[in-house]
């Protein structure tokens, strides 16, 4: 039952038992805290009259339970605690009677649940927010889903997530190789699990404030643009005018542009002085990239970071799912605004990603002499391969002279009759002989004379061997 496979080991075993008993135990959990949840609110629910609202707030939930009029709840906004938000659409539209009195129940939980799949979703500093909305009975009703206008969700994440600091990318020193490349270009892997989608935020922060950035970017190969080709899926200008309030530069791309993609590829390129008085100045008629087919100039280094988030569901299996849900632009490092088509429990996700690889970088400094300790590693590592190689190969042949049997030198083709003797050698030391080595065959009737064991083609009787 709680093995893994094959591994029947004592430590797996042990862990699976473990979760076995865990999640039996949050079932059990999960299911007095729904009954609690329940209860509560059909005893406030009773109590309550239209326009009144009661909270509960504990540092295990948040609920928050408000009477109110159906036709009210177009664009309304629902404010939890930790700025966490529930935005109705503007156009909220349900079939039934917009005089009937309805309830809308909210509820806030620190932490996501763990899903039944036990994939890595990121979901661990993530809140996550449910809600509902129940009739004069206390019972759930079902909303319209509305494909135009969504429901808006603002996730906290965990207020104490440490956020790791920027990269250095020192692209001054590459100025002088010899690539000739237009771009700087980073890799990104986004390589996604179990279908949940995910957003991609990219962060860069110039030293040089004063600097503007031309953009490019394209999934799955590396983006190229210049006077003949234009191989992207995207691009933006980086000006001065766009930087946030922490002189950083930010792009976003959305769950659905990474849907099916596995890496992102994404290229900068300093504007000369001349294309930011041109295009900078102004950027709201820019519809075309400004073109270059100079390899790349920078007079200062730049700083590089990029996480991951993505807005999931909780379906009726306990797993986490992403479809029709879509990350929006607020997202950030302390939230995420999630659009959805209904309403169920969300949870975020957040992820820092490591620093992208710089292969421009990586190829510049390649050389031989600057990586004298790595290439001989490789060399020796590489001749001893080698080595090893022929002489496995050789043992290999040896292993297969001593395959078959060995006919006798005085043996009669025209016999009726084939005997064949194994002939076993010890294990102990010095058990092999190179003597010669007969014997005789004596029969009831008759014996042969002195016969010889001998092999033109290999040598017989070594140590522990079976020679027939």
Known sequence: LFADGNDFSPETIAKNRDIYYQKQIADIIINQTTETISLLTSALHINLNIGQSLTINTSSIFLSLETISIESLSNKIIQQIGNAQIHFPSNFNSTINHNQIVSLRSIMRPLASADESQLNSHTNLSTSISFSILDQT??????????????EFIIPHDPNVIIPSMTLQNVTSLNSTPFHLLFNL??????????????????????????????????????????SMNLIDGWSLFCPINLTNDNIYTYFIDNQLTVNHQSFIFGLRELNSTEIDEFCS????????????KPFNFTSNYQVRTYISGCYYF???????????????????????????NIATFASALLFLPSPINWNYVFANAGFIKNKTIYLTIICISCLY???????????????????????PDNYKKDQY????????????????????????TGEHNQTKVRTFSDPKRKIFQRDGIDA
Not at 138 to 151: A, D, K, Q, R, W
Not at 391 to 406: M, N, S, W
Request: net charge negative; with cysteine.
């Open 138 to 151: 206390g019972n759930e009703m079902s909303v319209p889903i509305t494909s135009n206008h969504l429901y």
């Open 386 to 408: 080698i080595l090893l190689v022929i002489y496995a190969r050789y043992k290999d042949k040896k292993d297969i002279e001593k395959l078959g049997v060995t006919i006798l």
């Open 315 to 341: 379906d009726s299996d306990n797993n986490w799912q992403s479809d029709g849900l879509l990350v929006g632009s607020l997202t950030n490092h302390m939230q995420t605004q999630c659009l959805s088509t």
């Open 418 to 441: 084939a005997y064949e003797i194994l002939v076993f050698t010890g294990h102990r030391k010095d058990a092999g002989t190179k003597s010669k080595v007969q014997f005789i065959v």
């Open 186 to 227: 980073h890799y990104i892997n986004i390589i996604q699990s179990n279908n949940l989608t995910i957003s991609l935020h990219i962060e860069i922060q110039p030293l040089n404030i004063s600097l503007a950035y031309l953009f490019i970017y394209k999934f799955d190969s590396s983006p190229q643009l210049n006077s």
């Open 282 to 293: 102004n950027q709201s008629i820019i519809n075309n990239p400004p073109i270059s087919d």
